[in-house]
């Protein structure tokens, strides 16, 4: 672990979004925070005999006695704040000026801007907050859909924390036994049930993919389900896409390769956004714009939850298998549907199978279907998301300890020596107080904060 030493100084910002309003808050917070307050703020009581959690009417005045506003200032003394430091609150008037004079008149005092995150940070350091609900405050932040809200507001509360040291608790403990083994190397001795390890290690295997498949699931919820639709040239896919948006959007020809670059949109379906890729043709070309564009669409590809390859029916129900296996087994972790085209131009053929829609893109025959089959897929992939993951730090640690602990297993199961299990399940404890931030570095903490605005 890397000690960061907390700073002494007392730092302020704007914590509410600049611009027109009817009010800010300014937070202060650090040992000067309620006497630097108190020196610029008059009313009835003076903030530094202010009990902890009272708001307090009055006016802040520069040093030449000039009023700047009329503010109510709230008092949160140590260690009950968010920092865990002294805090006072300045709510004042909203816009572009009566802020910034507030806090032009604290740093007159003493008081120095913060810089991004430093409030959440001081509330780590100060042991308000593990770096798992860290890192839920800037998901609670930048949040636009409300499940996406409750993942975060879980993770705030510290239900995923709890299963992290209780699984760390639980391998300490293995380990402890494992390496008393050590000491009786000479006579061969085994104080850890071989079969019990074995099963105790498999349980926090499955629980962890458990939680590594749930990250899928609530980065849906959090940015949209990833939809590309891909296919032959003239096959159809931008009016699907126009289709599916129930809007004319993407430019529709008769003349093969008219989409060049792609095109994003975005649809509410059940719980969650759909945002929608409408690429170029897939065809061999000649034309230098063509060939970038058919390479832009498969970079989107790599970024999509479900892929639509669009079949023309006009040229066979099987015309585009070929394609859509060759996507395949390029993308094997995403979600594959073929999506039969032009039933409005042929005699009605059924679907092959689940993966599999028949539609009209021009008529609208069928749209309901597939916009049905992209709602069950929304509603199975964030169907048990309690405890889900909400980011990619946490789910690279998960992967971590899930190979670490796979490997101990590998051990048990050859009948290595205590000190080669214990070597891995030591190891795995290690991450996962890294994960909630008992162990970490300066350079994590930088990475964390960087997501956060100056008055968080």
């Given at each position: 672990?890397?000690?960061?030493?907390?700073?002494?100084?007392?730092i302020?910002?704007?914590?509410t979004?600049?611009?027109?309003?009817?009010?800010?808050?300014?937070?202060?917070?650090?040992?000067?925070?309620?006497?630097?307050?108190?020196?610029?703020?008059?009313?009835k009581?003076?903030?530094?005999?202010?009990?902890?959690?009272?708001?307090?009417?009055?006016?802040?005045v520069?040093?030449?006695?000039?009023?700047?506003?009329?503010?109510?200032?709230?008092?949160?003394?140590?260690?009950?704040?968010?920092?865990?430091?002294?805090?006072?609150?300045?709510?004042?008037?909203?816009g572009?000026?009566?802020?910034?004079?507030v806090?032009?008149?604290?740093?007159?005092?003493?008081?120095?801007?913060?810089?991004?995150g430093?409030?959440?940070?001081?509330?780590?350091?100060?042991?308000?907050?593990?770096?798992?609900?860290?890192?839920?405050?800037?998901?609670i932040?930048?949040?636009?859909?409300?499940?996406?809200?409750?993942?975060?507001i879980?993770?705030?509360?510290?239900?995923?924390?709890?299963?992290?040291?209780?699984?760390?608790?639980?391998?300490?403990?293995?380990?402890?036994?494992v390496?008393?083994?050590?000491?009786?190397?000479?006579?061969d001795?085994?104080?850890?049930?071989?079969?019990?390890?074995?099963?105790?290690?498999?349980?926090?295997?499955?629980d962890?993919?458990?939680?590594?498949?749930s990250?899928?699931?609530?980065?849906?919820?959090?940015?949209?389900?990833?939809?590309?639709?891909v296919?032959?040239?003239?096959a159809?896919?931008?009016?699907?896409?126009?289709?599916?948006?129930?809007?004319?959007r993407?430019?529709?020809?008769?003349?093969?390769?008219?989409?060049r670059d792609y095109?994003?949109?975005?649809?509410?379906?059940?719980?969650?956004?759909?945002r929608?890729?409408?690429t170029?043709?897939?065809r061999?070309?000649?034309?230098?714009?063509?060939?970038e564009?058919?390479a832009?669409?498969?970079?989107?590809l790599?970024?999509?939850?479900?892929?639509?390859?669009?079949?023309?029916?006009?040229?066979?129900?099987?015309?585009?298998?070929?394609?859509?296996?060759?996507?395949?087994?390029?993308?094997?972790?995403?979600?594959?549907?073929?999506?039969?085209?032009?039933?409005?131009?042929v005699?009605?053929?059924?679907?092959?199978?689940?993966?599999?829609?028949?539609?009209?893109?021009?008529?609208?025959?069928?749209?309901s279907?597939?916009?049905?089959?992209l709602q069950?897929?929304?509603?199975?992939?964030?169907?048990?998301?309690?405890?889900?993951?909400?980011n990619e730090?946490?789910?690279?640690?998960?992967?971590?300890?899930?190979?670490?602990?796979v490997?101990?297993?590998?051990?048990?199961?050859?009948?290595?020596?205590?000190?080669c299990?214990?070597?891995?399940?030591?190891?795995?404890?290690?991450?996962?107080?890294?994960?909630?931030g008992?162990?970490?570095?300066?350079?994590l903490?930088?990475?964390?904060?960087?997501?956060?605005?100056?008055?968080?």
């Open positions: 672990m890397c000690v960061e030493q907390l700073r002494t100084d007392t302020c910002a704007l914590s979004p600049p611009g027109i309003g009817g009010l800010a808050v300014v937070r202060l917070s650090g040992p000067q925070a309620i006497a630097i307050a108190d020196a610029c703020f008059r009313g009581n003076q903030l530094l005999e202010a009990r902890t959690h009272t708001i307090h009417y009055g006016q802040i520069r040093a030449d006695g000039s009023t700047v506003d009329h503010v109510t200032a709230a008092v949160f003394r140590a260690p009950h704040s968010y920092t865990g430091e002294d805090v006072v609150e300045i709510t004042c008037h909203g572009y000026v009566m802020y910034r004079l806090i032009e008149t604290l740093l007159e005092h003493g008081a120095r801007i913060a810089e991004a430093e409030f959440t940070r001081r509330a780590f350091l100060n042991g308000k907050m593990d770096l798992m609900q860290v890192e839920s405050v800037a998901d932040i930048h949040n636009q859909v409300v499940a996406a809200q409750e993942l975060a879980k993770q705030l509360g510290g239900s995923f924390t709890q299963w992290v040291r209780t699984i760390r608790d639980d391998l300490e403990r293995v380990a402890a036994v390496e008393v083994e050590l000491d009786f190397a000479h006579e001795l085994e104080f850890a049930d071989r079969d019990e390890l074995r099963r105790r290690l498999n349980a926090i295997v499955e962890c993919r458990r939680f590594i498949r990250y899928t699931g609530a980065e849906i919820l959090r940015h949209g389900l990833r939809v590309g639709i296919g032959f040239p003239n159809g896919k931008s009016s699907l896409f126009n289709a599916l948006l129930g809007r004319q993407a430019i529709v020809s008769p003349q093969p390769g008219t989409t095109i994003e949109e975005a649809l509410a379906i059940g719980r969650a956004l759909v929608l890729y409408d170029a043709g897939f061999d070309s000649d034309d230098a714009i063509e060939v564009g058919i832009l669409a498969r970079s989107i790599e970024q999509c939850n479900v892929v639509l390859v669009v079949n023309d029916l006009t040229e066979g129900q099987n015309h585009s298998d070929g394609l859509a296996a060759s996507l395949r087994a390029e993308f094997p972790t995403i979600k594959h549907m073929l999506v039969q085209n032009k039933c409005d131009c005699c009605a053929v059924p679907p092959r199978s689940e993966n599999e829609v028949v539609l009209s893109a021009r008529t609208g025959q069928g749209i279907t597939l916009v049905g089959q069950q897929y929304i509603e199975e992939s964030t169907a048990e998301l309690d405890r889900a993951l909400i730090r946490h789910v690279a640690a998960l992967r971590i300890i899930e190979q670490h602990l490997s101990a297993i590998a051990a048990v199961d050859a009948r290595l020596p205590g000190e299990i214990a070597l891995d399940i030591r190891t795995a404890v290690e991450e996962l107080s890294t994960l909630i008992e162990r970490w570095t300066n350079d903490l930088d990475r964390i904060f960087a997501q956060f605005c100056i008055g968080k």
